[in-house]
């Protein structure tokens, strides 16, 4: 799952950004109501979030160099 999304295009990435934040909202409000089966994924979902943002802001700057170059 790590490096599933090295694969994807920038556009593809902030789909799945947002994809993951919205999984990552209704899972929070799962854990205060208490029917979370699995505690863990939601740091598993903080640190996917964080590896997609990670790749989308280095396709940015690498676009911004070409630009510029």
Known sequence: MKNSFKDLKP????????ELRKKYFDLRFQMVVGHV??????????????R?????????????????A
């Open 11 to 18: 556009e593809e990435l902030r789909v799945k950004r947002e």
């Open 37 to 50: 089966e699995n505690p863990v994924e939601k740091r598993n979902l903080r640190r996917q979030i964080a």
């Open 52 to 68: 997609v943002e990670t790749l989308i802001s280095q396709a940015e700057k690498k676009a911004c160099d070409a630009e510029q």
